[in-house]
């Protein structure tokens, strides 16, 4: 049995930045365990506008990290109440390359940044390291928390 909603609502402050983080190894099930992930919290947050972008654009950073680099990926969702941001880091220093290619059976790959740069608000390359990760590639999308 769970608060009720007026006073669970009383007890959270819409100023309150979330920041969460997940670490996933370097195998096929990282993008689908960070998409799910990422789709959880927003829920949680009642963000759930957020969802479909956040989740399509967490999937291709993390596929880009599974098809183009040899180690895990560290996700970091940090959500405040008029902007998030989800940072996807990896063990590589090679920056992502974005490509535009014709629509037909050979653009079935590396699309990722380019589709990202369309759904996302913004997006760019982290300037710090996270750790042991080399570079970070990030995305914001809007979605300010009414009421």
Not at 43 to 66: D, I
Request: glycine share 10%.
């Amino acid at each position: 049995m769970g608060l009720d909603p007026a006073r669970r609502a009383a007890h959270r402050s819409p100023q309150l930045a979330y920041d969460y983080s997940l670490f996933a190894p370097g195998d096929a099930r990282a993008p689908k365990v960070c998409r799910d992930f990422v789709r959880v919290v927003l829920l949680a947050l009642g963000r759930e506008a957020l969802v479909m972008p956040a989740a399509l654009c967490t999937s291709e950073l993390v596929t880009n990290v599974h098809l183009h680099t040899k180690g895990s990926a560290m996700l970091r969702l940090l959500a405040t109440p008029a902007r998030l941001r989800i940072s996807v880091f990896d063990e590589s220093p090679d920056p992502p390359v974005v490509t535009r290619q014709a629509a037909g059976a050979a653009a079935c790959w590396g699309r990722g940044i380019a589709l990202v740069s369309e759904v996302a608000d913004a997006w760019g390359v982290a300037g710090e390291r996270a750790g042991r990760y080399a570079k970070g590639v990030w995305f914001e999308l809007g979605g300010e928390v009414e009421g």
